[in-house]
């Protein structure tokens, strides 16, 4: 009997691990029927019914989703339609907590019977743990990447698997056999529109920085898509660079982190997936000032990078807000330029840190706790 599993992911990561994972699903016995919202990877594998509405939902920071209200609450009403309206067996949200979070206790109000799967854990432990308990009153079942956090939930009694991270698959497949060109600089601005407007600027003015200073130096800027590698590359021309300083690439952000001998890196997956190849970078974050002032008011980590919270020390520096200054950023890119061994201890921390994020096959162990919590071996 086939069953319908309705997926939710609001941004280009979400969409990685979920494509992923719908993937992993299909190799099972069970037939399923997947539908719901993300982005094109998924819809690639879904089909057409499924929407891709990334491009709009991936929003950061308070001030921006508050001025998308309208927008978002249009969404949550039409998703809550569309998982009655198709009888979902389950529905599989994709981290995104801002909307999984409250679209989960909806639907745990709506039915008691229907399967509420959570992949990718949000990242209570950071701003509040307290909602831990709270959400294993409307969870099911709960699918972390981060070893720390099945510990956490496990205590809320709310039923939890340690899958590992899904990154890891995903990049073991993209490694290449190329030699690092010392004099590139690897620039990854983030995913998100808002992101790269506010972070790309200070980036270029860095670049330049670090030109008057290494002049043999020269820039491979990662562009997460099409779209936003043609608002960098007006970005670049707005502010009259210098021709062959800066090359924009697309969908090649796992090449160029080979390809560089170091990176600036904005806060995100891709810290992760910078550590993994082995890249020393720098981490540069910057949001609207209300979004800034209202995280630090919540959140209660000593570091905003993955690899330093895993290690719980900083691994790598951290530019946020107000330290993100062109000159500060270029001064710890060149600290790092002249001193291999801190370069070396940096990539020996990430080798540690990698290890903590499992084997592999992350994808696989989800689809299989999925098909046991539905009843499918």
Known sequence: MSKTIYFVAGEASGDNHGAALMRSLRESDVDLNFIGRGGPQMRMIAGEKFKNWIENAAVVGLWEVIKKYGYFREKFRETLDEIEENKADAVILIDY????????????????????????????????????????????????IFPFEAELYNKS???????????????????????????????????????????????????????????????????????????????????????????????????????????????????????YFRLPYVLIYKVAWPTYLAARLVVN?????????????????????????????????????????ARDRMISEFDQIVAKLGEGRASKKAARAIVEELGGT
């Open 301 to 341: 980590v000593k570091f905003l990078g993955m690899p330093n919270v895993l290690a719980n020390k900083e691994v790598v520096p951290e530019f946020i807000q107000h330290r993100a200054k062109p000159k500060t950023i270029a001064k710890a890119v060149l600290q790092l330029i002249n001193n291999p061994a």
């Open 97 to 144: 907590p801002g909307f999984n979070l409250r679209l989960a206790r909806a639907l745990r109000r709506r039915s008691a019977k229907q399967k509420i799967i959570y992949y990718i854990s949000p990242q209570v432990w950071a701003w509040n743990r307290g909602r831990i308990k709270k959400m294993a009153r409307f969870l099911d079942l709960m699918l972390c």
């Open 157 to 275: 009694r709310l039923r939890t698997v340690f899958v590992g991270h899904p990154m890891v698959e995903r990049l073991r497949t993209r490694k290449l056999d190329i030699e690092r060109d010392p004099n590139l600089i690897g620039l990854f601005p983030g995913s998100r529109h808002r992101e790269v407007r506010k972070i790309f600027p200070i980036l270029i003015e860095t670049a330049h920085e670090l030109h008057q200073q290494r002049a043999n130096l020269h820039f491979e800027v990662a562009a997460a898509s099409e779209t936003l590698a043609s608002k960098i590359s007006d970005t670049l021309a707005d502010a009259h660079v210098k021709e062959g300083l800066f090359r924009v690439v697309t969908d090649e952000t796992a090449a160029t982190m080979q390809r560089a001998s170091l990176g600036i890196v904005a806060s995100g997956s891709a810290t992760l997936e910078a550590a």
